[in-house]
C-alpha cells in the first residue's frame, strides 16, 4: 500500500543583503527557489525611484504574487518556471524550469524580500516558517562589497550608495523581520535548524 507524500514545507530564508542567505542555502543541498527571480525588470512601469534610477530596495520593484504563486505551484506538483533574471542587467533574460524530488519535504526561498513573503505564503495558504540571519552589522556591510564588486552587480557609486543605506536600515529589518514572524539565529544556528527539519541535508 503506498503512503501519499509528506507535505512539503516552505522555510524562507531572509537576512540583510550580504548576511550569507545565498550561501546558507547553496551549502544546506536542499531545493531551493531565488526570490530575487521575480524582480520587474528596469522599464516596468511605475517603480520607484531614487537619484534617477529604480529603487532595488523597495518592495514595489518585486513581482510577490507572481513569487508566491510558483512557490505554491512548486510545493503542490513538484514542478514550476521561474523567471532568470539578471541584476546586471536589471531584466528577465530567460526562464528556469524547476523540480524537486518527490520525497522532499522542504523547499527553501531566499532574497532580500523574504521578510514580506513569509506573511504572502501563509495567507495563501502555504505551511512555511522564516529564519532571519542575523550577524553584525560591519561584518554583514564588507561581506555585501566585496560580493557586489567582484559580480560587478552595480556601478561601484551605486553600490556604495546602497551599501551605507543598507547598513543604517539593518535594525529596522530585523525588527519587521521579528514582527512578521521570523526567528533570528545566527549562521550556525540557521544550520542547525536546517539539519533538524531536513536531517543530512545541510554542510558543515
Known amino acids: 500500500m503506498q503512503h501519499p507524500p509528506a507535505p512539503r514545507r516552505l522555510v524562507l530564508v531572509a537576512g540583510p ?27 516596468h512601469p511605475g517603480l520607484p525611484q531614487t537619484l534617477g534610477i529604480p529603487d532595488w530596495d523597495d518592495v514595489a520593484t518585486w513581482n510577490g504574487a507572481a513569487a508566491i504563486a ?22 528577465t533574460v530567460g526562464e528556469k524550469c524547476l523540480t524537486i524530488p518527490d520525497d522532499a519535504t522542504v523547499v527553501l526561498a531566499e532574497g532580500i524580500f523574504a521578510v514580506e513573503a513569509l506573511p504572502l505564503a501563509r495567507g495563501a495558504g502555504i505551511e512555511a516558517e522564516g529564519i532571519y540571519l542575523d550577524r553584525p552589522g ?3 556591510a564588507w561581506y555585501r562589497l566585496r560580493r ?57
Do not use: C
Request: net charge positive; aromatic share 6%.
Open 148 to 204: 557586489d564588486l567582484a559580480q560587478k552587480r552595480k556601478p561601484p557609486w551605486v553600490l556604495l550608495r546602497r551599501g551605507l543605506a543598507l547598513w543604517r536600515a539593518q535594525g529596522a529589518l530585523k525588527r519587521k523581520a521579528v514582527a512578521n514572524g521570523f526567528r533570528p539565529l545566527t549562521y550556525e544556528q540557521a544550520q542547525r535548524r536546517l539539519t533538524a527539519i531536513a536531517p543530512h541535508s545541510v554542510d558543515a
Open 70 to 91: 510558483a512557490m505554491a505551484e512548486l510545493l503542490s506538483t513538484g514542478a514550476t518556471h521561474t523567471p532568470d533574471y539578471s541584476i546586471p542587467l536589471s531584466r
Open 138 to 140: 560591519l561584518l554583514v
Open 17 to 43: 543583503s550580504g548576511s550569507g542567505k545565498s550561501r546558507l542555502v547553496l551549502g544546506s543541498g536542499l531545493p531551493q527557489v531565488r526570490l530575487d527571480d521575480f524582480y520587474h525588470d528596469a522599464d
